[in-house]
C-alpha cells in the first residue's frame, strides 16, 4: 500500500531539500534550452528566455511552490502546448513524449525515496527528451543535435566532477562560462 502511495505522490506532498550539486547541475544546466532559438517563432523563443532566467532562479534557490517554481512549471507546460500545436512529428510525439513524462516522474519519484543520483539523472534525461522532442519538431537536420547532446552530456558530467563550492558567485561564474558556449554555438 505504502508503494502506491508514493506511486501516486509528488514531491510536493514530502518537501525533502535536495543536494545542492544536484540544485546547481539542474540551474546552470537550464540553460542548454537556448539551443533551440535559431528556429523557433517569437513566442515560443520569449518563452525559452524566460524559462533560461527563471529555472536557474528557482534551482539555485530551490523552494517546493515559490513563485519561481510555479514560473517554471508553467513555462514548461507553455512550451510543451506551444510544442504540440506547431504541427510537431507524430513519431517524435508518440516516443519522446511519454519518455519525457516517465523520467519527469522518476525524477519527482527519487526526490520522495531520497536517491539524489537517480533524481539528478532523471531530471537531466527529462530534459534531454523534452529538447528532443522540441528540436525533431523544429529541424530537419539532425548534424548538429549529435553535437548538442554530446555538450549536454559532457556539461553536466563536467559540472559534478568540478562544482565543490555552492556560493552565488561560483553559480554565475558556471552560467556564464555556458552562456558564452551556447552564445558562440548560436552565431556559428
Do not use: A
Not at 540553460?31 to 533551440?36: K, V
Not at 548538429?144 to 552565488?168: A, E, K, T
Amino acid at each position: 500500500m505504502k508503494l502506491l502511495q508514493l506511486l501516486f505522490s509528488t514531491s510536493f506532498n514530502y518537501p525533502t531539500p535536495i543536494p545542492k550539486q544536484n540544485q546547481f547541475i539542474l540551474g546552470i544546466s537550464s540553460l542548454w534550452i537556448l539551443t533551440i532559438l535559431p528556429k523557433t517563432s517569437p513566442i515560443l523563443s520569449l518563452n525559452i528566455i524566460l524559462i533560461s532566467i527563471i529555472s536557474p532562479i528557482f534551482w539555485y534557490k530551490y523552494q517546493l511552490n515559490s513563485i519561481f517554481h510555479k514560473l517554471d512549471k508553467l513555462l514548461v507546460w507553455t512550451i510543451t502546448i506551444q510544442n504540440l500545436y506547431s504541427q510537431p512529428s507524430i513519431q517524435s510525439s508518440i516516443s519522446l513524449l511519454p519518455l519525457t513524462f516517465l523520467f519527469f516522474y522518476l525524477s519527482d519519484y527519487f526526490i520522495i525515496i531520497k536517491k539524489f543520483k537517480c533524481q539528478i539523472i532523471s531530471h537531466l534525461l527529462f530534459r534531454y527528451f523534452f529538447f528532443i522532442w522540441i528540436y525533431l519538431n523544429l529541424y530537419e537536420n539532425l548534424t548538429y543535435l549529435s553535437y548538442i547532446s554530446i555538450g549536454y552530456f559532457s556539461h553536466n558530467y563536467y559540472l559534478s566532477i568540478y562544482i565543490r563550492n555552492y556560493d552565488l558567485n561560483n553559480f554565475i561564474y558556471y552560467l556564464s562560462e555556458l552562456f558564452i558556449i551556447i552564445y558562440i554555438y548560436l552565431i556559428n
